[in-house]
């Protein structure tokens, strides 16, 4: 059934700034939904993670150190929450995940990130923040697109962050090939990415009653900061823990504005919408770093994206194949057999032009 597109008013909700995950989500029952929380073993997923599970929803934690979701598991204490293990810069990893998930997903929240890190890059040779933040997750939603459907008003949470106010998709090197690294800049394109895959998903996947919102959490104090102090220059002022000028959000706070777009009624049918301390966010104002830049939020840049990632991820799947066929180790063979799972498992109620997207 389609879902009707609609812009909530500035301050539908009663939230703001200063509202936790449990404000936002109290009375809301969660009992019988699926959910699965990216890099659910820290920081913001983490807490987000425990919200769902308080609720009643069914969790689990898609982490890349399987210890650490183990630890994450026991910490929140709850029958319904599990780790499975997840690296979103491995296109195995991802179809490994996909393979294994059996029935419907009522909640997709991709919340896992890194941020500014040293020029790292990952097997197929993609830049690692935009691998991670953006094309991870991107194969990830395709893959599980038809669990998403079958849930019948599945969501789709996108943590995207205002740092996305800093660039543009850099689409004539979108891995560093031509320019100098910027840590930066890589970042800002990432989340940019996770914006205008939020746009383009939500219109592609409307017939399927999924919504697919994106978030700016605000300023938390997490790991997400580790590789600041590995940078040969200062971070800008705006990432230095010691300004006074800044203040953070607690990671209950930081939260918040997920599990609202996650669980909440108040947001039940909106999609591909921007938000920022648990309301829609305005259009950017010039040199004013608040609200969402035209540029993430622009179609033909969403449609293009898409489109890069596909083949992007498509090439990688083709020269896994052919690798596992050239040289079956088990390894190539469970890599290989993993990313065929994926290619299964994709669109199934759309358009030519869809079906021709599975991954
Ligand atoms: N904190 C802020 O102020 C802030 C502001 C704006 C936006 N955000 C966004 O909020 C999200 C959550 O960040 P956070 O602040 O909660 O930081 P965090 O505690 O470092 O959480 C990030 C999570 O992502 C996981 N992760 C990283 N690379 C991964 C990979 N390849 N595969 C799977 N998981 C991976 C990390 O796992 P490991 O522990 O294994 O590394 C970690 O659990 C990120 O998308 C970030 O960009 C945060």
Redesign the pocket.
Known sequence: MPVPLRTIPPDTTPFDATSTAAEVIAGVDLRGKRAVV????????LETACALARAGADVTL????LA?GRRAVDDIGRPNVRAAR?????QSSIAAFVAQWQGPLHILVN?????ATPELRTAEGWEMQFA??HL?HFALSLGLHDALAQAHGARVVV?????HLNGEVLFDDLNFEHHPYDPWAAYSQS?TANVLFTVEAAKRWAPDAITVNAL?????????M?HLASQPTAPPARFQADNPDISYKSVEQ?AATSVLLAASPMVEGVTGRYFADNNEAEAQQPSIRLGVADYAVDAENAARLWQVSLDLIAAAHAHASSAATADATDTDTAAAAAAAAITATSTSTQDPQQKEESL
């Open positions: 990216t890099g659910g073993a820290s920081g913001i997923g898609a982490v890349r150190n650490q997840l690296d979103l810069a491995d919340n896992a990130g890194v941020m991670t933040n991870g943590v995207s962050s205002v740092g989340k700016t959490p605000g300023r938390i104090r997490t790991g997400l580790r930081g």
